[in-house]
Every structure is written in C-alpha cells, then in structure tokens.
Nanobody, 123 residues
C-alpha cells in the first residue's frame, strides 16, 4: 500500500510564501511522476506543477515564476514552494504521484492522492 501525507498550508498575506510537503510512503519501487493540483470552482482540479523522475518539470501559466516543485528523493518527499502568493491562489492543494510499487521488483503501478491541504491568501 502507498500513502501520500501532506503538510504545510495555512493562512498567508498576499505577497507571502508557503511551502507544502508531501511524504510518499509504503511499498514503493519508484516514484515516477509527482504533481500538485488545486481545486477549482469547476469539476476538474487544476494541475499546478509536475516533476518527473528524470527531472522534467512544468507549471501552470498562472504560477510560473512564483511556484517551484522539488523533491527529496531519499525521503520520498515532494515540495511545492509558493512565493508571491495572490488571493487567487487560495484553494485546497493536493499532491498526486504515479508510483510503481514493489519491494525488490516492479509489481505494478498506480496513481495516488494526498488528503489535501487548504491554502488561504488573504489580508
């Protein structure tokens, strides 16, 4: 079983910074892709940032230059550093990971979600 446990978030003033963390634990063979999403008023979550195991990253246009996704591979933890936060960044943020599970060899793959964490940007 694979679990994603999020931490961070909270209330911050416009222009401030926050860092979200997502610890990936369990029967992990490889973590292949890590992503951060956030809730939108519509039915779909917005992809905010992604980072592949090969080091490729991408960001939503709305956060480019302000947010940075990174990882500590030894700790199987992915981070989202959010700087110069704006009120429109207020949302529930979710981490998501494509994980190949297995102890010593690949037994399959699946994508997993964290529990979500609220970020509120307000003065």
């Amino acid at each position: 079983q694979v679990r994603l446990r999020q931490s961070g978030g909270g209330l911050v003033q416009p222009g401030g910074s926050l860092r979200l963390s997502c610890e990936i634990s369990g029967n992990i063979f490889t973590v292949d892709v890590m992503r951060w999403y956030r809730r939108t008023p519509g039915p779909r979550r917005e992809l905010v940032a992604m980072l592949s195991r090969t080091g490729m990253s991408d960001y939503a246009d709305s956060v480019k230059g302000r947010f940075t996704i990174s990882e500590d591979s030894a700790a199987n933890t992915v981070y989202l550093q959010m700087n110069n936060l704006k009120p429109e960044d207020t949302s529930v943020y979710y981490c998501n990971a494509d994980v190949t599970f297995g102890s010593t060899y690949s037994e399959g793959s699946n994508d997993y979600w964290g529990q979500g964490t609220l970020v509120t940007v307000s003065s």
